[in-house]
């Protein structure tokens, strides 16, 4: 359970809408519930629903900083689905237009190989034998699903890795946007940082982490460093770390 329960570092800590944070929640209930009572069918299930909207927010990320990439993975679908793909308001959206295998193929624009996405891929084949009438229990007990949410939790976990350079490019166009005070949108470093990188770009806590190892001296000789300064230092106050919380 504790192996499982570090997947919401992953998920994002703000969400566009209030139903897409019922949703998540519910997933959480959903597996917990599930996993307490011995249900681990459906446990799994829950959990794998949590790891594919997971993979959708990376892919969001990933189109936010690497569109033309995005465009390029495109090639083969329809040019209804391609603007449908690229328009898409929420990272659910993609789902509207894309079966669960084909998603995986955009881990390839920050490197993930083949064998690599046949890795993050192959849970789905699981579930879709989970969820059709087959007589068979697949996870009969807790030692069963606990295997598989360890293999789910390394995937996820290789991922991330992966979307460090996309983090980082995120968070430096957020900097870059928001230093100007006469043009940011909230007049406090927390409200703008709260609405215009973790709610607008579904960062996670584990996101946030990558970010405090942001060079600011990359960008020291930008006419607004000291703001941008600012927002760093209470972007690090305010989230502070995964690490930094394990150790208190």
Not at 190 to 211: G, M, P, T
Not at 213 to 232: A, C, K, W
């Amino acid at each position: 359970m504790e192996e499982a329960l570090e997947l919401s570092n992953y998920l994002p800590l703000s969400f566009k809408s209030s139903s897409e944070q019922d949703y998540i929640a519910f997933l959480w209930d959903a597996f917990e519930t599930n996993y307490n009572s011995g249900k681990y069918e459906f446990a799994g299930l829950a959990f794998h629903l949590m790891y594919m909207s997971f993979i959708s927010f990376s892919i969001w990320e990933i189109r936010l900083v690497r569109e033309k990439e995005f465009q390029h993975a495109l090639i083969g679908f329809r040019s209804e689905m391609e603007n449908e793909l690229l328009a898409a308001a929420t990272p659910f959206k993609f789902y509207d237009r894309l079966k669960e295998a084909q998603i995986f193929r955009f881990l390839k624009i920050i490197g993930c190989n083949n064998d690599q996405v046949g890795e993050f891929s192959k849970f789905v084949k699981r579930r879709n034998k989970i969820a059709h009438p087959s007589g068979t229990v697949f996870f009969n007990d807790q030692q069963a699903i606990d295997d598989e949410i360890n293999k789910m939790m390394k995937e996820v976990l290789n991922i991330q890795k992966h979307m460090r350079s996309i983090i980082l490019d995120l968070y430096g166009n957020f900097l870059r946007d928001s230093a100007d005070l006469e043009e940011r949108e909230y007049s406090t470093p927390k409200e703008e940082i709260k609405a215009n990188l973790i709610h607008r770009d579904y960062f996670s806590q584990k996101d946030i982490d990558i970010c405090h190892d942001f060079d600011l001296t990359s960008l020291v000789d930008h006419p607004q460093h000291d703001n941008m300064r600012e927002l760093h230092d209470c972007m690090k106050v305010t989230y502070g770390s995964e690490d930094a919380h394990e150790e208190s």
